[in-house]
Structure formats: C-alpha cells, structure tokens
C-alpha cells in the first residue's frame, strides 16, 4: 500500500553513498574584514551554500556536487543565533555532532519516545542549522516530531491530526518564547506535502489550513515545501494553502544548473525556488556516518528556512512580520536566471552578498 506522501522515500532508508567529510569546518574558515561585519567564508561548504551567497550560477570545474569543495560566504549577523526554529517532521537527531547543542526534540505526536528513526527531519535540520552543511549555523533546531514509522499509512485522518496537532505545539512554544528578553524570531519548516484526496479521505479539509492561518497570525515564519510529484504546486498541501495564506513561503526546487528539478511541484503556488538537487546534509548518526546527499522541494524550503533566520539577524523589525519578511526575501531573490520555473516563482533565493567567491580550483 502506496502512501499519499509526495516523497515516497519518506520512511525508506535508502543505501548510502560513500563520503568524506573533514573534521572541521575551522580550519578552512576565514574571516574576512568587510565594512563594519565581519563576513565569514566557509571553504568547505555545499554546492547550494555556495550559490545562495553568489550571483554567480556555480562553476562545477569538474566537481561532483556531493563535494565540500564550494565555498560560502555570510555575515556574522546571519548566523541565525537566538532564533528558534521548528522542524515539522520525523524529530531530529539531537546528538549529532553537526549541531553542537543546538538541537533538541520538543515534541511527538506518537506514544513513543522523541527518538528520530527516519532520518528525514534531521536532513532537514542539517540543511537549516548543521555546522558543515547549514545556512544559518547558530540557529536553535526544535524537532517537532509528527511523522513516525509506527504511523498506521492506511488511516490519513490520523495523520492530519498529527500534523495538525504537532503545529499547534510549535504556535504554542513560539507564543511562550515570543514574550521572553532573548526572543528572536521563530521559523517554522514543513517539508511535505499532500494531495487533497488524502484530506478527502481524512473527512478533514480545514483543520490544517486554519491552525497555519494561525502560525502566521501569531507571528511565525512558515516555509512550506512546494511538493515533489511535478505537477501544480496548488494541488498539494500545504502549499496549495498559499492561495489563501499568503504569508506562506513556498519553495520549490532546482540543480546546480539553476535548473528546476524535474520531480519538482510548479505553477503559481510557488513564491520562489531554492537549491535541493543534490543536497549533502546530516542524517541519524548511525547511517551512513550520519550524512546524506539527497534531491527535493523538502530540502530547498531547509535552504530558504536558513535565509530566513539570517534575515531575522539583520531585521529584527520583521521578527513577527511573515508578509514583510516574504517581500524581503523575494525582492532580494535572482530574477530571471532559471529555467524551467516560467510558470511560477521564477527567481531565485539569495542572501544578497555582493561578489562572488573566488574560486581557486586545486
Ligand atoms: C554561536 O553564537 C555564540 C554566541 O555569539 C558563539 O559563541 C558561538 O561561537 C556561535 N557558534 C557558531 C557555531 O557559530
Ligand atoms: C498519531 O497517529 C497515530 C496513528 O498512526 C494515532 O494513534 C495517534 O493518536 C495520532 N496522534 C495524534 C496526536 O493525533
């Protein structure tokens, strides 16, 4: 029995592909003096960090793109420090050594323990916050468990009701967190999506959309995967909501090439496009030394989750402004550079610092 999930990979372990990483990302870290900020460049970056910190498409030069070869290049006010960020999904791996201290699990919606079995969340988690492979490197990750491998695939109402259920836990911690002194700005990650017929089947068409209105009423950042069956993104949900909920960002997903992936969900439901085509990132520890290269809509929203908390750092006047946080993040997106993305979000994420790298190939 096929689940409605649009990443039929969701629960799969699938098998590992052989990889180096190095040690540190230290040694190969420089700060570089720049006006008033200190801006750092990270030698030994991905692919997709490389190239949402350049105008530049990047130049391969031979280069796999599962290579920590790229380089990355951000302020130290768009680290993310002090922004919480929740990861709507299988949990996270805390103990990774990619996360420092960083991560912990908030919540299951399951009977079982908040232990990460998938591996999905913490790829998530990776793209978003990990040392090596993260955007926004400071950030605090709080794993929101809603999807298990306990879960019963032939009943979708309860699936809803988790999914629905682990949102509102989030709304409630940001709501706790948005009075305290050292509050920051809360980024809230969904990476999946689902076809109507999965609500029609749960009997429930609403309560998701309703409890997202609320996230954004109550001030939370929400990134909403576009969906991976190539087709309308307004088909599947939540990023169909975005119709309704226009402080939903949805992101959709290209290569290195800055080319839409072809598994990739279009159309006008999509806000904007991200790298997620080959995406090296953490996975659970015990897996493959705890990393993953993998492709999807799941892992460009991470990337733009990241962004996001790096704009909080430098804005902290859209701390509770989704709508004027998605007009930043979209005016300062590459326009025109794509293909494949003409029917809808055609631009592409960028943080905005000027220049490129300078590449020196071995
Ligand atoms: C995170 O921020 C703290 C406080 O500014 C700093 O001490 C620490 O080095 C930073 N960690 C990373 C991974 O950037
Ligand atoms: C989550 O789904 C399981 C079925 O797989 C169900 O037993 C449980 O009650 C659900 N939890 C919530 C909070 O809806």
């Known amino acids: 029995m096929k689940s409605f999930a649009f990443f039929t990979a969701f629960f799969a372990l699938s098998l590992p592909t052989a990889l180096t990483v190095p040690v540190s990302v230290r040694g190969t870290t420089k700060p570089l003096k720049c006006a008033k900020v200190n801006v750092i460049e990270q030698g030994t970056a991905p692919w997709a960090l490389q190239r949402i910190s350049g105008s530049a498409p990047v130049t391969q030069n031979g280069r796999p793109t599962d290579e920590l070869s790229y380089k990355y290049r951000y302020t130290e006010l768009e680290d993310g420090e002090g922004i919480d960020v929740y990861i709507v999904d299988t949990g996270i791996d805390a103990d990774h050594p990619e996360f420092g201290k960083r991560a912990r699990n908030a919540i299951s919606t399951f009977d079982d323990d908040l232990e990460e079995n998938s591996g999905h969340g913490t ?103 576009a969906g991976d069956r190539a087709r309308d993104a307004c088909t599947d949900f939540p990023a169909g909501y975005v119709k309704d909920i226009p402080g939903l960002i949805v992101v959709g997903a290209t290569d290195v090439f800055d080319k839409r992936l072809e598994t990739a969900d279009f159309g006008p439901c999509i806000d904007l496009h991200a790298p997620g085509g080959d995406i090296m990132s953490t996975t659970i520890k ?37 709508i004027g946080m998605k007009r930043l993040i979209k005016n300062k997106a590459q326009k025109g550079i794509l293909r494949g993305a003409e029917a809808g979000g055609d631009m592409l994420v960028n943080t905005g610092m000027p220049g490129n790298p300078i590449e020196e190939f071995v």
């Open 286 to 322: 015990g897996l493959n030394g705890g990393v993953k290269v993998d492709s999807g809509t799941f892992l460009a929203a991470a990337v733009v989750t990241g962004v996001v908390a790096g704009e909080l750092g430098k804005n902290p006047n859209l701390r509770t402004d989704p």
């Open 123 to 225: 790829q998530i988690a990776g793209t978003i916050g990990s040392l090596h492979y993260g955007v926004a490197k400071n950030v605090s990750l709080v794993g929101i468990k809603v999807f298990s491998p306990l879960f019963d695939t032939k009943n979708p109402a309860a699936l809803i009701a988790n999914i629905t259920t682990g949102i509102e836990a989030a709304i409630l911690l940001h709501n706790a967190r948005k009075i305290a002194s050292d509050f920051k700005g809360s980024v809230m990650n969904l990476g999946f999506g689902f076809p109507k017929e999965l609500f029609d089947a749960a009997g429930n068409s609403d309560s998701l959309r309703k409890v997202l209105e609320q996230a954004i009423k109550d001030g939370m950042h929400v990134t909403v995967a």
